[in-house]
Every structure is written in C-alpha cells, then in structure tokens.
C-alpha cells in the first residue's frame, strides 16, 4: 500500500525524516481504521496490515471513536443472534 499525498502548499515545507515518518503513520493508520469502520476489512486483518496486536487495535478503535460492535443492529437481531449461538453450542455439545 502506498500514499501519495498531492498539494502544492505542501511541497515547500521541508519535512524531517521523521516528521515524515510520523505523518505517513498516522495516514496509514486512519486510512485502516476507515476500511473497518466500514466493514471492509476485520479487526485482525487490520492488527495484520498495521503490526500490531487484535488488544491494540482496539485501543486505536476506541481512539478513533469506532464501536467494537455493529451498531446497525437492533436489539431483537442481537437476540437471535445469542439464541442461534447457543444452539449451535448446545449441538456441539451433543
């Protein structure tokens, strides 16, 4: 994956290697936490891509203002989602 950043204010700042660095990072990081806000790519694959662990992708998560749980669903969709759960739980277990 690359960024490339395009603008001529820009241009004429002279940036230090790590100031760079920092910026790239953080443009990186916020354009994964983006594709899983939006369900394009799951929490581990984002650990993966970024080189970090699940624990703290969450923690960027939560920085970056992104629910662990889809927010999209109501509670009587949570309910069936336990409910088929437990059943698939209780077959296992048979």
């Known amino acids: ?3 490339k950043i395009i603008d001529e204010q820009l ?3 002279n940036l230090s290697d ?3 660095d920092k910026a790239l990072k953080k443009a990186r990081e916020g354009y ?3 594709l ?3 369900g394009e790519i799951t929490s581990g694959r984002a650990a993966k891509i970024l080189g970090v ?3 703290e992708v ?3 998560m939560n920085k970056w203002g992104i629910s662990l749980f889809d927010d999209s669903q109501d509670l009587e969709e949570l309910q069936q989602e336990v409910e088929q759960a437990e059943y698939i739980l209780n077959q296992q277990k048979a």
């Open 36 to 38: 899983l806000e939006f």
């Open 11 to 13: 241009d004429n700042i």
């Open 1 to 3: 994956m690359s960024v």
């Open 53 to 55: 662990s699940r624990l």
């Open 18 to 20: 790590e100031v760079r």
């Open 32 to 34: 994964i936490m983006t």
């Open 58 to 60: 969450i923690s960027m």
